[in-house]
């Protein structure tokens, strides 16, 4: 009667080892990412729903700062104000439209106001986006955006803006006095109004259980066809 025995061969088990490690790795540090992220939609949840505070005149940590909610009043200088572009919304393209912000004290703060479309980049052609007189802004504080590595460089001259530098902006536009941060400015309830500004539901995305699983699922399949190549008949294992 015919066995069936466990026979490990050399050059399978010397790929499937260090493959199992490193899928495994794989899964536990998705896993890793996945917790962190869960305490990141935690932290901006609480600081989104909490009660808005006064915009600070300088943030020396904005771990402390970031997506609190602020509410300021000032008035907008229209004639200062930034194109973002390359940010889409539904489909379209368009730009954040930048503007800043002179509150009560002198200070400059630069409001991300939200969305408008390519055809509506130049100042006249949407005159009802050009509020006037004391504006009651509540938004998130935003740090600087962090340019990504396939991401040109801002082009101040020729009035091409890809992310938010305040001091580069500040000192563009001839500012003066301005804070180290931004605010991305809510939308308010109702239809869309241009600029659309930003959502209070924020959406975080946490895919990270699924591409732990989807890890760990490669290392046990990879097992078990490790396990059913070598687990053979005894009539079998002398052709091996």
Request: aromatic letters at 12%; a positive charge; glycine letters at 6%.
């Amino acid at each position: 009667m015919s066995q069936r025995r466990f026979k490990p061969t050399l050059w399978p088990t010397v790929f499937t080892i260090p493959s199992l490690i490193i899928l495994i790795a794989l899964g536990s540090w998705q896993v890793h990412r996945m917790n962190w992220k869960n305490s990141i939609i935690k932290t901006v949840e609480e600081r989104i729903s909490g009660k808005p505070i006064d915009a600070p005149i300088l943030l020396k940590n904005i771990e402390r700062w970031r997506y609190k909610r602020v509410a300021v009043v000032g008035t907008f200088l229209h004639e200062k104000e930034f194109a973002i572009t390359g940010k889409p919304f539904e489909g379209t393209a368009g730009f954040h439209l930048i503007t800043p912000l002179k509150m009560s004290n002198g200070k400059i703060i630069l409001v991300n106001r939200g969305w408008i479309p390519e055809k509506l980049r130049m100042r006249n052609t949407r005159q009802e986006t050009l509020v006037g007189g004391n504006i009651l802004v509540e938004g998130i504080i935003r740090e600087d955006k962090r340019k990504g590595y396939f991401v040109p460089e801002n082009e101040p001259r020729n009035e091409v803006w890809l992310y938010v530098n305040t001091q580069q902006m500040a000192m563009h536009r001839q500012l003066g006095p301005t804070v180290n941060y931004f605010i991305d400015q809510f939308r308010k309830p109702g239809p869309y109004r241009l600029p659309i500004g930003a959502s209070e539901d924020v959406k975080i995305r946490n895919e990270h259980l699924q591409y732990a699983l989807t890890w760990y699922f490669l290392a046990i399949s990879l097992l078990i066809i490790y396990f059913l190549y070598h687990y053979r008949t005894d009539e079998n294992l002398d052709d091996i």
